[in-house]
């Protein structure tokens, strides 16, 4: 059975910093390309970071220089660091493994004023 499972969401306020994490179960990650994406109330959902199994990442413009996606295979977990909040980052955030595209459950994350 795989599983991804994020965790690190929560509240903070604006400019602060927050790392989520996704951590699978059943599926080896080194192979596979690895996405997050978030969904906002109302809002379409939204690619925000990927990574290759090389390592090579991309970002969407409304992030890019405020989050950084990594992983670390050995524990066969994704991370995404978000520093510098703004209030419209305020979403559900889901990481998914675009190879397989199997989907973690999703973590909320809330940027306040």
């Known amino acids: 059975q795989v599983q991804l499972v994020e965790s690190g969401g929560g509240s903070v306020q604006a400019g602060g910093s927050l790392r989520l994490s996704c951590a699978a179960s059943?599926?080896?990650?080194?192979?596979?390309?690895m996405a997050w994406y978030r969904q906002a109330p109302g809002k379409q959902r939204e690619l925000v970071a990927t990574i290759t199994s090389s390592g090579v990442t991309d970002y969407a413009a409304s992030v890019k220089g405020r989050f950084t996606i990594s992983r670390d295979n050995t524990k066969n977990t994704v991370y995404l660091q978000m520093n510098s909040l703004k209030p419209e980052d305020t979403a559900v955030y889901r990481c998914?493994?675009?190879?397989?595209?199997?989907w973690g459950q999703g973590t909320q994350v809330t940027v306040s004023t």
């Open positions: 059943g599926i080896r990650l080194s192979a596979s390309r």
């Open positions: 998914r493994t675009e190879t397989a595209g199997y």
